[in-house]
T-cell receptor, first 116, second 111 residues
Framework: DTEVTQTPKHLVMGMTNKKSLKCEQHMGHRAMYWYKQKAKKPPELMFV???????INESVPSRFSPECPNSSLLNLHLHALQPEDSALYLC???????????????FGPGTRLTVL | GEDVEQSLFLSVREGDSSVINCTYT??????LYWYKQEPGAGLQLLTYIFSNMDMKQDQRLTVLLNKKDKHLSLRIADTQTGDSAIYFC???????????FGSGTRLQVQP
């Protein structure tokens, strides 16, 4: 099983709403990632979790709040978003082991978020 | 610093070979990856190459790496209409988890 799943596929929310994006993998990967992708642009890293602990926050505004409740799940809580936050939000996971190795990142299908 | 560049667009005819090019600047890159993204979908990992390799072949895909020139290419043999997508190269620098992506190349395959 090399699948990363994300829910919901699409989300429309107002600027005062609170919503959450969910990501799940059962590959035993201990590193999980959130990326943001605007139209016609490459993905941009937002957060990295390693062994359920936040290890990288790429200066993301606090209206985005990640959570890693266990080794298979990753959430992104959204609150008071702006229209410019509309994008495709991608989750990825990879093995987390010491030493060398490709540490391929496997991506989910993404959640298409529209903020009105 | 890290900077990965790709040409924006490539059009080929079905059955021809496609070659997508990528240049990177960080000499401490350890692994370089190729991802495919179809419209409205996530990224699919196609292949990767370790930086001490020159070439890697996987079925219709051939990756060539010129480390001296920091140039990476992906050749798709016998290109099919289902290969139409955006192709991203990405590098991972030693000691970092994060990937740095190129801007993506849109491959259009004409029947």
């Amino acid at each position: 099983d090399t699948e990363v799943t994300q829910t919901p596929k699409h989300l429309v929310m107002g600027m005062t709403n609170k919503k959450s994006l969910k990501c799940e993998q059962h590959m035993g990967h201990r590193a999980m990632y959130w990326y943001k992708q605007k139209a016609k642009k490459p993905p941009e890293l937002m957060f990295v979790y390693s062994y359920e602990k936040l290890s990288i926050n790429e200066s993301v505004p606090s209206r985005f709040s990640p959570e890693c409740p266990n080794s298979s799940l990753l959430n992104l809580h959204l609150h008071a978003l702006q229209p410019e936050d509309s994008a495709l939000y991608l989750c990825a996971s990879s093995q987390e082991r010491g030493g060398a190795g490709p540490k391929e990142q496997f991506f989910g299908p993404g959640t298409r978020l529209t903020v009105l | 610093g890290e900077d990965v560049e790709q040409s924006l667009f490539l059009s080929v005819r079905e059955g021809d070979s496609s070659v997508i090019n990528c240049t990177y600047t960080d000499s401490s890159s350890t692994y370089l990856y190729w991802y495919k993204q179809e419209p409205g979908a996530g990224l699919q990992l196609l292949t990767y190459i370790f930086s001490n390799m020159d070439m890697k072949q996987d079925q219709r895909l051939t990756v060539l790496l010129n480390k001296k020139d920091k140039h990476l290419s992906l050749r798709i043999a016998d290109t099919q209409t289902g290969d139409s997508a955006i192709y991203f190269c990405a590098e991972r620098v030693t000691g970092r988890r994060a990937l740095t992506f190129g801007s993506g190349t849109r491959l259009q395959v004409q029947p």
